[in-house]
């Protein structure tokens, strides 16, 4: 069975500084899709971006940027600039490409709370 | 993308009722979910709800506890049956549209007395 692991319960950086947030999963499938979720205080799970595992060049969104390394297993999310209002809740999670049953759902990890300082 | 409506967004509710929770979606979707966030925890699938079959209920979860409904590609309902304090959570549905991407409704917040 696939896992995701997020190691760092919390984190915090300065308004307009970059912050990185690490996850780790485990699979044996060779395709899949990766995304990171943000969920504020409102609690509306919000996504912020996605990875295909097949492509070997990372997602980026705005400020937002991931850094993929299939081999190591390792999808960390990168914020730039941040903002009071990246402020939330950040949940990494894995989809396997195959369908059937419960196949298709997201698996999460524990999330990380990333706090922003003024 | 989708646009996703869940009503109630809270309730409150006494021990041994039930709770039906709506689900709308603003397009034809074929796989909806539903999700239970626990206090200060992650999410974890309840079932999946595709239309035209019965739900599939993940580990621990049953259809007498949370029976869900899919009558059209727009719409699907959670029950939580015969509620108790562990039964308080934050409910949430999911779409996966053409993009393999899960979208989330605004969730549900209950709490059991």
């Known amino acids: 069975a696939q896992t995701v692991t997020q190691s760092q319960p919390e984190m915090s950086v300065q308004e307009a500084e970059t912050v990185t947030l690490s996850c780790t999963y485990d699979?044996?499938?060779?395709?899949?899709?990766l995304f990171w979720y943000k969920q504020p205080p409102s609690r509306q799970m919000i996504l912020v971006i996605r990875?295909?595992?097949?492509?070997?060049q990372n997602a980026t969104e705005n400020r937002f940027s991931v850094n993929f390394q299939k081999a190591a297993k390792s999808f960390s999310l990168k914020i730039s600039d941040s903002q009071l209002g990246d402020a939330a809740m950040y949940f990494c999670?894995?989809?396997?490409?195959?369908?059937?049953?419960?196949?298709?759902?997201?698996?999460f990890g524990k999330g990380t709370k990333l706090s922003v300082k003024p | 993308s989708a646009v996703i409506s869940q009503k109630p967004s809270r309730d409150i509710c006494q021990r041994g009722t039930s709770l039906t929770i709506q689900c709308q979606v603003d397009?034809?979707?074929?796989?909806m979910f539903w999700y239970r966030q626990q206090p200060g925890q992650s999410l974890t699938l309840i079932a999946t709800?595709?239309?035209?079959?019965?739900?599939?209920?993940e580990s621990g979860f049953v259809i007498d506890k949370f029976p869900i409904s899919r009558p059209n590609l727009t719409f699907s309902t959670l029950t939580v049956s015969n509620m108790s304090p562990e039964d308080s959570s934050i409910y949430l549905c999911?779409?996966?549209?053409?993009?393999?991407?899960?979208?989330f409704g605004p969730g549900t917040r209950l709490l059991v007395l």
């Open positions: 990875q295909e595992a097949y492509k070997q």
């Open positions: 699979t044996s499938e060779s395709d899949y899709y």
């Open positions: 999911s779409v996966q549209v053409q993009s393999e991407t899960q979208y």
């Open positions: 397009s034809q979707v074929t796989m």
């Open positions: 999670a894995y989809r396997s490409t195959f369908y059937g049953g419960s196949q298709g759902n997201l698996i």
């Open positions: 709800a595709n239309q035209g079959s019965e739900a599939t209920y």
